[in-house]
């Protein structure tokens, strides 16, 4: 039997098929869902479940056992078919049911999960009910005695499509070549349904060089995982081969944006989410913006210069969805390269996020380049983050806190923040591995060399 506890993790359901992720917990999850979330319409539920999935092979199964679940309980199930994460929130949203995506994200190819949500697409963590669907099916979910839910199949693409191109415009903006590497995931399926001509809507001044569009689980070519650099190798290489003016990389399912600039760079997510918060700003002036705490300094300076109001949050969707509802925020973004939208069910997006830096590309003045226009944006020497593998978290911490004291106040909202004016480093404990994450920035790259270089020798003396 699967060990629920590794597989239930923070914000989804997660493990390796057949063994961990299976039919028979998918089964399970399903009926629970319903249960916990009391999503029959006798109990005053909205009385559906939409489901989607990506390309993985294993998926269709899985979503059948699922939605076989879901009715034996007496809830009905709309299928949207393949499906990106973020096309999965938009059927929720716009449907406003609550939703089930099967994906692994960037995972390699032998993974598969399940990622939950509410109506309107709010998320589903450990606290707002994953821990009590474990806890239910450990514990045997009941049987529902009444009649079976109805199946159903519904596109959604085209309506996806369309929702996208109202939130931004690109229809006006001067002709970019763009290089587009889906790492054979879900981009391959919706990039050319929004900023092509898939689903009948009018061609937009993009020229689009397309790099692993073929859907395939299996990703032949590399891992669908753009936070790691080896998977954006191929991506730097086009954009400077055929002097294109923007890079996009998205991961498996297509929630999480990557950007390469002209020069074949990597763009700090931390630096996106400067961006699409003052062009936001400029639409909503004095919004609220949320950032997670490992974003650079330069995030909150911009929103504040843009007018708005900054507020910090620790890592993680449930927690920038969860500030985004009480604060009314805008836009939410992360250092992960997850952003946020108000106008998306607060959910994140990477295709959106592509959207608003080649809008901003676009519109900017003739012969400007992206690193160029993202200068103001880019402030600070930061160390990306490192992982340490540690035997005692909580003795390393103490350690870190003794040799920084007196030079740097301490936080420990998430983890331990040290910050010392001019530069500041976060080191973070992993929710599923003994590791440590560190993210450094400082004025300038010696400066943040030389901190990195400490708190690490710190970290690894205590392994």
Known sequence: MTNLDQVIKAYDVRGTVPDQMNVNLAHDVGAAFVRVLGIRADEGGAGAVVVGHDMRPSGPDLVAAFADGVREQGCDVIEIGLASTDGLYFASGHLQLPGAMFTASHNPAQYNGIKLCRAGAAPVGQDSGLRAIKDMINAGVPEFD????????????????????????????????????????????????????????????????????????????????????????????????????????????????????????????????????????????????????????????????????????????????????ETNAVFGGEHSGHFYFRDFWRADSGLLAAMHAMAALGTSAPGTTLSQMLQPFDRYADSGEINTTVVDAATVLGQIKDAFHGRATFDELDGLTVDGGTWWFNVRASNTEPLLRLNVEAADTEHMASLRDEVLDIMRGAK
Do not use: W
């Open 146 to 325: 009444g009649p079976m839910g109805t199946l159903s199949h519904q596109d959604m693409l085209a309506a996806y499509a369309q929702y996208l191109r109202q939130l931004v415009d690109l229809s006006g903006i001067r002709p970019l070549r763009v290089v587009v590497d889906c790492g054979n995931g879900m981009g391959g399926y919706t990039v050319p349904a929004v900023l092509g001509t898939a689903c009948g809507l009018s061609a937009l001044p993009l020229t689009i060089d397309e790099l692993y569009f073929e859907l395939d689980g299996t990703f032949p070519n590399h891992e669908a995982n753009p936070i790691d650099a080896a998977n954006l190798v191929d991506l730097q290489a086009r954009v400077l081969a055929t002097g294109a003016d923007i890079g996009l990389a998205f991961d498996g399912d297509a929630d999480r944006c990557f950007v390469v600039d002209e020069r074949g760079h990597v763009v700090s997510p931390s630096t996106l989410t400067g961006l699409i918060a003052a062009r936001e700003l400029a639409k909503h002036p004095g919004s609220v913006v949320i950032h997670n705490l490992i974003t650079s300094k330069a995030v909150p300076e911009v929103i504040t210069e843009a007018g708005g109001t900054p507020v910090r949050t620790r890592v993680g969707h449930s927690f920038i969805k969860a500030t985004m509802a």
